[in-house]
């Protein structure tokens, strides 16, 4: 199950790009998308019982080694470092993977790891015109540690210019697994967006589209009778 706790949206000249945030484990998503970002210390790809890497492979039957030997995309070369191979008979069209390092700790170095990633993403954009969307966990808050503020700080300044280069992508999911971390992500959100301690998806749970669809199909009913009336029809 997929649970929407908040959003960001930005308008470009490649029109409206958004950032949304989900609990959910990031391999049972229940939105589409063309891309799924894993992350990895550097070089260990070995899939144990338990890591999301194991989880994928186990339900993908995809070598997530085999793809880090053979990548079409690879910026390893760089500090911290991601890499993109192509997927074939999965749900997505791509893996990209990023690679973290013990150093990984701060808002400098996590920072060179988002410009490293979203450079990847915005690759991938111009090579393949029909991707719109990506599923991704908040990088640097598994092992790192990172304080959720300072990687949603680099990642929607970062994120938000790259994806407005973007043609084509339109959507990045952010998805946590635990119960325990959302809450705290969630507010995280807001303050480094200068919202209030508000949750989004009170604003635009179901019930509330629901209720205003209904409340559109009245207004459009309205006007379409006196349309007829006036029209004489």
Same mark, same amino acid.
């Given at each position: 199950m997929s649970e929407f706790f908040n959003?960001?949206? +930005?308008?470009?000249?490649?029109?409206?790009?958004?950032?949304?945030?989900?609990?959910?484990?990031?391999?049972?998503?229940?939105?589409?998308?063309?891309? +799924? !970002?894993?992350?990895?210390?550097?070089?260990?790809?070995?899939p144990k019982a338990g890591t999301v890497?194991?989880?994928?492979?186990?339900?993908? $039957?995809? /070598?997530?080694?085999? =793809? #880090?030997?053979?990548?079409? +995309?690879?910026?390893?070369?760089?500090?911290? $470092?991601?890499? #993109?191979?192509?997927? %074939?008979?999965?749900?997505?069209?791509?893996?990209?993977?990023?690679?973290?390092?013990?150093? #990984?700790?701060?808002?400098?170095?996590? $920072?060179?790891?988002?410009?490293?990633?979203?450079?990847?993403?915005?690759?991938?954009?111009?090579?393949?015109?029909?991707?719109?969307?990506?599923?991704?966990?908040?990088?640097?808050?598994?092992?790192?540690?990172? #304080?959720?503020?300072?990687?949603?700080?680099?990642?929607?300044?970062?994120?938000?210019? /790259?994806?407005?280069?973007?043609?084509?992508?339109?959507? +990045?999911?952010?998805?946590?697994?635990?119960?325990?971390?959302?809450?705290?992500?969630?507010?995280?959100?807001?303050?480094?967006?200068?919202?209030?301690?508000?949750?989004?998806?009170?604003?635009?749970?179901?019930?509330?589209?629901? %209720? =205003? %669809?209904?409340? =559109?199909?009245?207004? !459009?009913?309205? =006007?379409?009778?006196?349309?007829? !009336?006036?029209? $004489?029809?």
């Open positions: 959003h960001y949206e +930005i308008e470009t000249q490649n029109g409206i790009k958004e950032f949304s945030l989900y609990q959910s484990d990031i391999l049972s998503f229940e939105k589409n998308t063309d891309i +799924i !970002v894993l992350s990895a210390h550097t070089n260990s790809y070995y890497i194991w989880s994928f492979e186990k339900k993908h $039957g995809i /070598s997530v080694q085999m =793809l #880090a030997d053979h990548p079409m +995309i690879d910026f390893r070369h760089y500090w911290g $470092g991601a890499w #993109a191979a192509k997927l %074939l008979h999965c749900p997505y069209s791509y893996l990209v993977c990023v690679e973290m390092t013990g150093q #990984a700790t701060d808002k400098e170095s996590i $920072g060179r790891i988002l410009n490293v990633f979203f450079t990847t993403l915005e690759l991938l954009d111009r090579i393949d015109p029909s991707i719109s969307s990506v599923i991704m966990p908040l990088i640097g808050a598994g092992r790192q540690k990172i #304080a959720p503020e300072i990687i949603l700080d680099k990642l929607f300044q970062i994120g938000s210019e /790259s994806i407005a280069r973007c043609r084509h992508l339109n959507h +990045i999911h952010i998805a946590e697994r635990s119960e325990d971390k959302i809450p705290a992500i969630n507010a995280a959100m807001n303050a480094v967006l200068n919202r209030g301690d508000c949750e989004i998806r009170d604003l635009f749970g179901e019930e509330s589209l629901l %209720l =205003l %669809l209904d409340q =559109l199909r009245d207004v !459009v009913s309205h =006007l379409l009778t006196e349309h007829s !009336v006036l029209s $004489g029809n």
